[in-house]
C-alpha cells in the first residue's frame, strides 16, 4: 500500500552536488522516521540521515556537514542534499520510512533505489 519513489540519482564529479528526492503515498507523518540508506557493491548497508516526524535529524559521521535531510509536509517528499561529493558516497541509495508495529516494533517501507556514482 506504502510506496515511495526515488529520484535524483546520477553521476557527479568529486567535490559536486546532488539532491534526492523521496516521494511518500500518504502523510509522511504516518511515519516516526524517514531516512536515507545507501549500500555500496560488496558492502552492508548503512544509515546515511533520518529525520523524525518532529523534526529531528541524524546523519552518519562519514556525511555530517556535508549531507542535509530535510522534508516537505505539503508535498509529502523527503529530500537528501548531497554537498562536496566524494567517490566513496558511490551507492545505490535507499529511501526508508518505519512504522511502530506493536510494542517496541516497527516495520520498514523502501524504495525502489536510486544510483549515485561520484567519479572523474
Known amino acids: 500500500q506504502v510506496q515511495l519513489v526515488e529520484s535524483g540519482g546520477g553521476l557527479v564529479q568529486p567535490g559536486g552536488s546532488l539532491r534526492l528526492s523521496c516521494a511518500a503515498s500518504g502523510s509522511i507523518f504516518s511515519f516516526y522516521a524517514m531516512g536515507w540508506y545507501r549500500q555500496a557493491p560488496g558492502k552492508q548497508r548503512e544509515l546515511v540521515a533520518a529525520?523524525?516526524?518532529?523534526?529531528?535529524?541524524n546523519y552518519s559521521d562519514s556525511v555530517k556537514g556535508r549531507f542535509t535531510i530535510s522534508r516537505d509536509n505539503v508535498k509529502n517528499t523527503v529530500y537528501l542534499q548531497m554537498n562536496s561529493l566524494k567517490p566513496e558516497d558511490t551507492a545505490v541509495y535507499y529511501c526508508?520510512?518505519?512504522?511502530?508495529?506493536?510494542?517496541?516494533?516497527?516495520?520498514?517501507?523502501w524504495g525502489q533505489g536510486t544510483q549515485v556514482t561520484v567519479s572523474s
Open positions: 529525520i523524525t516526524s518532529t523534526g529531528s535529524t
Open positions: 526508508n520510512a518505519k512504522k511502530r508495529l506493536g510494542f517496541n516494533g516497527e516495520f520498514d517501507y
